[in-house]
């Protein structure tokens, strides 16, 4: 029985050894690939930390180390599988928005007030360009017609002048279709009475632009979407009345015109309060059914159309507009996702000098869309286009088909403009309320002394302490989604960046080491000295004897001396020896 157990044991230790047997066997003259591959499998089990492997090769049983790799190998493809699935999710959802809500107002800039009447043929210039069209035959009719039918280049339908007269009035003027309709507007100066700033006063002409829209020429207040509209209409210094048309003699000191604007806090007496002088009387062309006029309200950096906020105001009336504010805000490792996962554009990211801005690229393409077919850009287009032919009277029909055609589309022609959204951007919220003035015996510096039957009052604040904002940044970092898949790694193998290291280690050793072997051999495999030269007697002429003779004998020692195996090894000795 002693026997039989040491035998046992024996058995027992050669079977754990058999993996040993790969590294340690020095007399097999010759490793195939399979069992190279063998003992670095043996050798990298038996001596890494991740969990489990050691049992494949040092179990007693068979049966236990088959269940063992089996649970190695399970093991490995859950792993797989869940750090394949973080990779999916990190992929598809690169980004967390974050909400917050106590942001102070005083970081919010204050939006862009555009203000525009709707008459858009101002009774006085129109009478003066009646007049020099009637010196070259045009009759009263034909200039009313004339300048009822200039609205319709905002809002297009059915004119009721016939093309050819149309065109012969601008030919008589020798105006462009813009300068026509900035020669024909109420003029800031005019519509502006009064203007308070933080409760305080300010010349209304000085703070106030004049500004492009979807209503046409407008007048802007902190309208930064063009920094240069005060010289951009340089060509026309004086209207028709002898009163400066644009904003003048800008400084730093005037809210508005350089900077964007802050405001300290909330409430009626910190923000913008203007009186209004609608002049219903002087209304020639309106774009709507009603005197008043229409107050736009959008990020300074927008051209006023598409997601604009507007409020009418009428003669007579107090109109209070409290602001709320939205803000976007993305950090800047957003910036290397690419574009097509994170669907957005940072500053820069686009060409030309001007500020990207989601909504004016909504608006520029819906405008080539419905004007672009027709050959013509409005008037009022966002950009100057001096390649393009600006739009008349006698484009208005293609217009209005084009308009309907777009109507009969499946798709919407917004989802083909390709315009991707802002990864930072600001929107406003507005709550109007508007009621009419009475003289019931109130006096303030914006209303003092102004006929409040004719005059309008608008009053834009904020009316929240605090703003809005959805804060987006990257769901995981390259750190964090580092740290996430050594945590999936430590949990299913218990391994750990060491583990990777043991593997690279024992891989590089072993290729050293079968290397190092191979030459050990090939040198054991060398004959001796006395069998790779031959001596011959110095005094002994060579020339004497047959040296091609003594060369094939040579080479026939020495092929029946060397082995197969030592011949390719040793022909670098052959060729001394030939040599010499």
């Keep these: 029985m002693a026997f039989r157990g040491s035998h046992g044991r024996k058995l027992v230790e050669n079977g754990i050894k058999k993996c040993r047997y790969y590294r340690h066997d020095k007399q097999r003259s010759h490793l195939s690939y399979s069992q190279t591959i063998k003992r670095f499998i043996c050798d990298y089990c038996e001596n890494t930390g991740l969990h489990g492997f050691r049992y494949i090769v040092t179990s007693k049983r068979m049966f236990d180390k088959v269940i063992w790799f089996m649970i190695c190998m399970s093991a490995i493809a859950f792993c797989l599988m869940l750090m394949l699935r973080l990779w999916q999710y990190f992929s598809n959802n690169p980004t967390v928005t974050i909400i917050d809500t106590s942001n102070p107002i005083k970081e919010l800039p204050f939006p862009g007030i555009t203000i525009c009447n709707n008459n858009k043929v101002y009774k006085p210039h129109a009478d003066k360009i009646a007049q020099k069209l009637q010196m070259y035959g045009f009759d009263n009719d034909m200039s009313n017609k004339l300048f009822s039918s200039l609205m319709k280049l905002i809002r297009p339908d059915k004119i009721e002048i016939d093309n050819a007269t149309a065109t012969w009035a601008l030919d008589i003027l020798g105006y462009?279709?813009?300068?026509?309709?900035?020669?024909?507007?109420?003029?800031?100066?005019?519509?502006?009475?009064?203007?308070?700033?933080?409760?305080?006063?300010?010349?209304?002409?000085?703070?106030?632009?004049?500004?492009?829209?979807?209503?046409?020429?407008?007048?802007?207040?902190?309208?930064?979407?063009?920094?240069?509209?005060?010289?951009?209409?340089?060509?026309?210094?004086?209207?028709?009345?002898?009163?400066?048309?644009?904003?003048?003699?800008?400084?730093?000191?005037?809210?508005?015109?350089?900077?964007?604007?802050?405001?300290?806090?909330?409430?009626?007496?910190?923000?913008?309060?203007?009186?209004?002088?609608?002049?219903?009387?002087?209304?020639?062309?309106?774009?709507?059914?009603?005197?008043?006029?229409?107050?736009?309200?959008?990020?300074?950096?927008?051209?006023?159309?598409?997601?604009?906020?507007?409020?009418?105001?009428?003669?007579?009336?107090?109109?209070?507009?409290?602001?709320?504010?939205?803000?976007?805000?993305?950090?800047?490792?957003?910036?290397?996702?690419?574009?097509?996962?994170?669907?957005?554009?940072?500053?820069?990211?686009?060409?030309?000098?001007?500020?990207?801005?989601?909504q004016t690229c909504i608006s520029e393409c819906i405008q080539q869309k419905i004007y672009g077919s027709c050959g013509c850009l409005p008037f009022f287009f966002p950009d100057n286009h001096p390649q393009e032919r600006t739009c008349y009277l006698t484009d208005v029909d293609c217009i209005l088909a084009r308009r309907r055609s777009l109507s009969q589309e499946q798709l919407s022609h917004i989802d083909d403009c390709n315009c991707l959204p802002q990864c930072s951007d600001k929107s406003y919220e507005v709550v109007s309320e508007s009621v009419p003035m009475g003289n019931v015996g109130y006096d303030s510096e914006i209303t003092r002394g102004l006929n409040v039957k004719n005059t309008s009052f608008m009053y834009a604040y904020f009316r929240d302490g605090t703003y809005l904002e959805y804060r987006k940044q990257t769901i995981l970092?390259?750190?964090?989604?580092?740290?996430?898949?050594?945590?999936?790694?430590?949990?299913?193998?218990?391994?750990?960046?060491?583990?990777?290291?043991?593997?690279?280690?024992?891989?590089?050793?072993?290729?050293?080491?079968?290397?190092?072997?191979?030459?050990?051999?090939?040198?054991?495999?060398?004959?001796?000295?006395?069998?790779?030269?031959?001596?011959?007697?110095?005094?002994?002429?060579?020339?004497?004897?047959?040296?091609?003779?003594?060369?094939?004998?040579?080479?026939?020692?020495?092929?029946?001396?060397?082995?197969?195996?030592?011949?390719?090894?040793?022909?670098?000795?052959?060729?001394?020896?030939?040599?010499e």
């Design 176 to 358: 462009t279709v813009e300068r026509l309709m900035l020669e024909l507007m109420h003029p800031c100066n005019l519509l502006l009475v009064r203007c308070s700033w933080l409760g305080q006063l300010y010349d209304c002409n000085k703070i106030f632009k004049t500004v492009k829209s979807n209503e046409g020429f407008c007048c802007g207040f902190n309208y930064h979407f063009i920094d240069d509209d005060n010289v951009k209409y340089s060509w026309l210094n004086i209207t028709m009345d002898g009163n400066s048309l644009g904003a003048s003699n800008s400084s730093d000191l005037l809210p508005g015109v350089e900077d964007i604007l802050q405001v300290p806090g909330t409430g009626r007496d910190v923000g913008l309060a203007v009186a209004l002088n609608i002049d219903a009387d002087n209304y020639k062309s309106s774009v709507r059914q009603f005197v008043g006029a229409t107050i736009l309200i959008h990020d300074p950096f927008d051209y006023p159309d598409v997601g604009a906020q507007s409020a009418t105001l009428q003669p007579g009336h107090v109109m209070t507009m409290t602001l709320a504010g939205t803000k976007i805000e993305s950090s800047k490792d957003i910036q290397n996702i690419p574009l097509l996962k994170r669907m957005c554009l940072f500053d820069g990211e686009t060409p030309g000098e001007r500020r990207y801005s989601y």
């Design 477 to 579: 970092g390259w750190d964090s989604l580092l740290a996430s898949f050594g945590g999936i790694f430590g949990l299913c193998l218990g391994g750990s960046v060491i583990s990777l290291v043991e593997f690279v280690y024992y891989l590089i050793s072993d290729i050293i080491t079968v290397r190092n072997r191979r030459r050990e051999k090939l040198d054991e495999n060398l004959p001796p000295a006395s069998k790779l030269f031959i001596s011959m007697p110095s005094s002994i002429d060579l020339k004497k004897y047959n040296v091609s003779n003594l060369n094939k004998r040579v080479l026939l020692e020495w092929d029946q001396q060397l082995s197969h195996r030592s011949r390719k090894s040793s022909s670098d000795f052959r060729h001394i020896m030939y040599n």
